[in-house]
């Protein structure tokens, strides 16, 4: 698998269910960042997590890192239909404003 | 909230032609990437910039490429000569050190 990839790859789940996606990289990061994607829009900035973190919350979100397993997970509670969209997980490896590799992504659709 | 701009939000061209992609960077960050998105693939890392230079730049990002600050708030991405395979949306960023912020994008559709 290459250096962040995503599952599921879509998601379907209705309003007001729980939506989690996993995340899995292959090389050593110093922080783990987290997208969201609008349809053809850009990158939406949500939250950021550093390898000494094992989870971090932010409103609705909730993000855990398990650096043993070279995973993290995003966790959606409560979904909205504004909430529809695909969510990217990025990796730095360097925290020193280095590039960021991103993962294939999730669709998320919330039905009502 | 600072955000990063970008225009235009949609470049039509002809190959062979250049194009020269806009982006303001949000004021007090001082890293600057360009970052490309095929349709239905992953974001794509081209070139970071930092100090006035060039710090990393991808494969992608071959002589047909260059980068600029050419006063103190744009950041400007140029393709000499596009060619099909260069129809994508064209993403800025900036930071003031680990999160990264991105503009909304710059749709560039080669004919």
């Known amino acids: 698998s290459q250096q962040g990839e995503e599952d599921p790859q879509a998601l379907s789940i209705q309003e007001g269910e729980n939506a989690t996606m996993n995340c899995s990289y292959k090389t050593s990061i110093n922080n783990l960042q987290w997208y969201r994607q609008n349809s053809g829009r850009g990158l939406v900035h949500l939250i950021l997590?550093?390898?000494?973190?094992r989870e971090k919350h932010s409103g609705r979100l909730r993000v855990t890192l398990d650096t043993s397993k070279k995973s993290s997970s995003l966790l959606i509670t409560a979904s909205r239909a504004a909430d529809t969209a695909s969510y990217f997980c990025?990796?730095?490896?360097?925290?020193?404003?280095?590039?960021?590799?991103f993962g294939t992504g999730t669709r998320l659709q919330v039905t009502l | 909230e600072p955000e990063v701009t970008q225009t235009p939000s949609h470049q039509v061209t002809q190959m062979g032609q250049e194009v020269i992609l806009r982006c303001v960077p949000i004021?007090?960050?001082?890293?600057f990437y360009w970052y490309r998105q095929i349709l239905g693939q992953k974001v794509e890392f081209l070139v970071s910039?930092?100090?006035?230079?060039?710090?990393?730049k991808s494969e992608i990002f071959d002589d047909q490429f260059s980068v600029e600050r050419p006063d103190g708030s744009n950041f400007t991405l140029k393709i000499r000569s596009t060619k099909l395979e260069d129809s994508a949306m064209y993403f800025c960023?900036?930071?003031?050190?680990?999160?990264?912020?991105f503009g909304p994008g710059t749709r560039l559709t080669v004919l």
């Open positions: 960023a900036s930071t003031s050190g680990t999160a990264q912020f």
């Open positions: 997590i550093r390898s000494n973190e």
């Open positions: 004021s007090n960050h001082l890293y």
């Open positions: 990025a990796t730095d490896p360097t925290g020193t404003a280095s590039k960021l590799t």
């Open positions: 910039f930092y100090n006035n230079e060039i710090s990393e």
